[in-house]
């Protein structure tokens, strides 16, 4: 393979991930800018921090913004409607390598049950951080 040949590879390589990941990367701060909207008058514990939601399959993953105030835990997604866990039904939450079949390779799942069994699996920067202040009932 000659060196034109690579140049052209990584260049086509480089076109087709900026035109995939430009127009997502808008949208998730779109969303937090909503979100940041939607909360202007909540006291906010913690975020909005960019995560990403793995839902009740193993292939449902969504990207968004994710944000905890006193009352409750807020997904907004790029594409579908939010999420909200009330805090007073947060039940734990806890890391994971593994949650629902999806392994997680640099960080753990962030994951967090709630009163009625159900479980939420996040994708956050600081998983110490929100399980801290997600067990912090005083906010």
């Known amino acids: 393979m000659?060196?034109?040949q690579i140049v052209r590879i990584v260049v086509a390589l480089a076109a087709f991930t900026l035109v995939i990941w430009y127009p997502l990367e808008l949208r998730v701060r779109r969303v937090g800018r909503r979100l940041r909207g939607e909360l202007a008058n909540e006291p906010i514990v913690r975020g909005p921090d960019r995560a990403s939601l793995r839902g009740t399959t193993p292939r449902k993953f969504d990207m968004g913004q994710l944000a905890l105030t006193e009352q409750r835990l807020v997904f907004y997604r790029t594409v579908g409607a939010p999420v909200e866990i009330p805090r007073a039904s947060i039940a734990g939450a806890r890391p994971e390598k593994w949650?629902?079949?999806?392994?997680?390779?640099?960080?753990?799942?962030?994951?967090?049950?709630t009163t009625s069994g159900d479980e939420h699996g996040f994708m956050v920067r600081d998983v110490p951080g929100w399980i801290?202040?997600?067990?912090s009932r005083s906010g």
């Open 99 to 113: 949650f629902r079949g999806a392994r997680s390779m640099w960080r753990p799942h962030l994951v967090v049950s």
């Open 132 to 135: 801290s202040a997600l067990a």
């Open 2 to 4: 000659s060196g034109a």
